[in-house]
């Protein structure tokens, strides 16, 4: 569903992606993990076309018709309301206002729907920016970070909602740096460590490779085994 082969990437004499090659196979959660600073939004910017590649190759099998984002910077207008916000989405998008209603539903955002955005907590507000992501029922959903900053309970509202997601048909490409979310709901994962993509396969075989299971999976581990570094 989504390719990337032998892409580079340089920011001046900087070189931030160093022939990253990847397969996300259809309706699976696959994770790219690495600490701030990685190349993890790069990537997502240049799959979407946002930025352009100095070399190597990618695609989608998705019009942009049917990808959803959900970025760092959230872009929610925070004087509007909740379906105010949605509206606007809606209208220039050409979507059916009917599903603004079922989209903040899903999310749990139903009785803050005419609350102003400036109201809203840090988790209501991710939550909102992930309405707006599957609106039009996106068959590519990107989610770039999408739990941080949020508490434990928060977040895990969160990938329940994710869960849900691909229940439904959904590919969904997750950037994180909190290894626990990975295996928690990654079907196949990335480790990207400046710029270069270290380890990938499916969370609980990494771990088992690298000998880092004990209760349970720590990629965490792994992670600090290839590189050297702990995670932020």
Do not use: W
């Amino acid at each position: 569903m989504i390719e990337m082969n032998d892409v580079c990437k340089n920011f001046g004499s900087e070189l931030v992606l160093n022939r990253v090659s990847f397969k996300v196979n259809k309706q699976e959660v696959f994770g790219l993990l690495g600490p701030s600073g990685a190349g993890k939004t790069t990537i997502i910017n240049i799959l979407n076309n946002i930025l352009s590649c100095d070399s190597g190759t990618h695609k989608i099998k998705a019009n942009n018709e049917e990808i959803g984002l959900m970025l760092d910077e959230d872009g929610l207008f925070t004087r509007l309301s909740c379906k105010e916000n949605l509206e606007i989405f809606a209208r220039i998008y050409n979507i059916d206002k009917t599903k603004i209603s079922l989209a903040l539903r899903e999310v749990g955002l139903t009785k803050a729907a005419n609350k102003a955005v400036s109201e809203l907590s840090k988790g209501m507000r991710q939550r909102l920016a992930l309405a707006r992501a599957i609106l039009h029922q996106p068959k590519v959903l990107f989610l770039d970070e999408p739990t941080s900053g949020l508490d434990p309970g928060t977040a895990k509202g969160i990938h329940n909602l994710i869960k849900d997601i691909k229940v439904k048909g959904a590919t969904i490409f997750l950037t994180t740096h909190n290894m626990e979310e990975a295996v928690k709901l990654c079907d196949h994962v990335a480790l990207l460590h400046k710029g270069v993509i270290v380890e990938q396969g499916e969370p609980l075989v990494i771990c088992e490779k690298y000998q880092a299971i004990k209760t349970v999976p720590d990629l965490e581990v792994v992670f600090i085994k290839l590189t050297g570094v702990e995670l932020e």
